[in-house]
């Protein structure tokens, strides 16, 4: 069972236009981060939001959590080529001993063509 | 230099054999995992370890094993390896949150061990 769900699973776009990335769950997060991967090497921190309706800021990147804390976005404006990646979100839920690990979705693969 | 390494980078075996994958780090960080990564699957945790003297299972346990061998060192073991086995294994590290249930620290992960089973 996939704990947080992605979408879509594939983004092909121009240089230049806007997209939208979701990730959403039917469980509560007490936070939530944002990853990049790119080809040949682990995935990097973009963002971590922590607050119900928290928006984040990063360059032509914004990051959103939603108000009950169950979804997030992340939005880019104008894309650029090197913004090609595959974006993965993670949460943290805590429950019994899980002691506050992340849960991965499986990411975004986005191509972003000159 | 990388802050967290990961060896081999890329090997091949055969169903049966033992497979041992390294990891190592020079962040100081407590906090060690061993993630799988597969086509459309994304991250899936295999194990993980809040310091020396603590192991849990992750959410795929079965069929690997684990070693904390030192803060900088957790190694992870396939004792016979399968074919539905291969796929891209990552390390990561963080530090220990500051406070129980807050803001989660960074991972950080290795370039990754590319397994391949035959």
């Known amino acids: 069972t996939q704990l947080l769900e992605q979408s879509p699973q594939f983004l092909s776009i121009q240089e230049g236009e806007n997209l939208t990335v979701y990730c959403n769950s039917s469980?509560?997060?007490?936070?939530l981060q944002w990853y990049r991967q790119e080809p040949g090497e682990g995935p990097v921190l973009l963002v971590t939001?922590?607050?119900?309706?928290e928006v984040k800021k990063l360059k032509r990147l914004t990051f959103q959590f939603g108000d009950a804390r169950k979804d997030s976005s992340l939005h880019i404006t104008a894309a650029q080529p090197g913004d090609t990646g595959l974006y993965l979100c993670?949460?943290?839920?805590?429950?019994?001993?899980?002691?506050?690990?992340?849960?991965f979705g499986r990411g975004t693969q986005l191509t972003v063509w000159p | 230099d990388a802050d967290v390494t990961q060896t081999p980078r890329n090997r091949i075996t055969k169903t049966g054999k033992r497979i041992m994958l390294e990891c190592s780090q020079t962040?100081?960080?407590?906090?060690m995992y061993w993630y799988r990564q597969d086509p459309g699957l994304g991250l899936r945790l295999i194990y993980y370890?809040?310091?020396?003297?603590?192991?849990n299972k992750g959410e795929i346990s079965d069929g690997y094993s684990v070693s904390r061998q030192a803060q900088a060192k957790f190694s992870l073991s396939l004792e016979s390896a399968i074919p539905n086995q291969t796929a891209l294994y990552f390390c990561?590290?963080?530090?220990?949150?500051?406070?129980?249930?807050?803001?989660?620290?960074?991972?950080?992960f290795g370039p990754g061990t590319r397994l391949t089973v035959l």
């Open positions: 990561a590290t963080s530090e220990r949150d500051i406070l129980a249930g807050g803001r989660p620290r960074e991972q950080f």
């Open positions: 939001v922590v607050t119900g309706g």
């Open positions: 962040k100081g960080h407590d906090r």
């Open positions: 370890s809040f310091d020396v003297k603590d192991i």
């Open positions: 993670a949460g943290r839920v805590f429950r019994g001993s899980t002691l506050g690990r992340l849960y």
């Open positions: 469980s509560v997060f007490s936070s």
